[in-house]
């Protein structure tokens, strides 16, 4: 376990799972036939995401992004198993952190599919979210910095590399101090990611 930024909650375990069911759990996801390209408008122009999606979980954990409302899949049995040994995980490390009962999957066909700047700090997360990340494919660099100017200019952004098989555990207070972002990169092979989320229905 590693503890990439002092003073902060957040953990990451390089070798959560072990590769044969990281490799397994790849190709599983990957057949999934429900992968969504939807679009966002930003700044008045309208865009398909630059990777796919799935929002899966509970009944209810409906989630609003860019306007858009969506209802989850019911759970893949395997992703299912993962929501709950990361609960697991996660009461060992954080103090009364409530079930995982959604997560947004999102696959980066190659290093030009990406994600922006942002926090994940959607009302339906509460005030103190808590997210755990698994990566699986090709290791991305995940992208950290300070939400205020200020704090960027006293801790300069960092980068985690997440591994096949990895899980990032993001602590209260993350998302409200520090925005994330994965960046474009020259990689050629595609990578799918898991944010387990608690919903407050
Ligand atoms: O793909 C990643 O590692 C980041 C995903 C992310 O930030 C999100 O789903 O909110
Ligand atoms: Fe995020």
Redesign the pocket.
């Known amino acids: 376990m590693q503890h990439p930024l002092p003073d902060w909650p957040l953990w990451y375990f390089p070798k959560a799972l072990p590769t044969d069911k990281a490799d397994h759990l790849f190709k599983a996801l990957d057949a999934l036939e429900h992968w969504q390209q939807p679009s966002i408008t930003l700044y008045g122009k309208t865009h398909p995401i630059p990777r796919t999606q799935i929002w899966m979980g509970a009944d209810g954990a409906d989630y609003t992004y860019s306007n858009q409302r969506f209802e989850p899949s019911p759970w893949h049995p395997s992703v299912r198993t993962l929501a709950r040994w990361l609960t697991r995980l996660t009461r060992h490390y954080i103090d009364d952190a409530p079930a995982y009962n959604s997560v ?1 999957l ?1 696959r ?1 066909q190659d290093g030009q599919q990406r ?1 922006g700047w ?1 926090s ?1 700090d959607e009302p339906e997360l509460g005030n103190a979210p808590i997210i755990a ?1 698994l ?1 699986l494919g090709a290791a ?1 660099p ?1 992208r950290l910095r300070g939400r205020a100017r200020e704090a960027r200019e006293i801790t300069p952004s960092q980068n985690i590399w ?1 591994a096949h098989g990895s899980v990032l555990l993001m602590g209260r207070g993350i998302q409200t101090h520090w925005q ?1 972002a ?1 960046l474009p990169r020259a990689i050629k092979s595609p ?1 799918i ?1 898991l ?1 387990f989320r608690h919903i407050f229905i």
């Open positions: 947004l999102n980066y994600m942002h994940d990340s990566s991305r995940f997440l994330h994965l990578r990611n944010t």
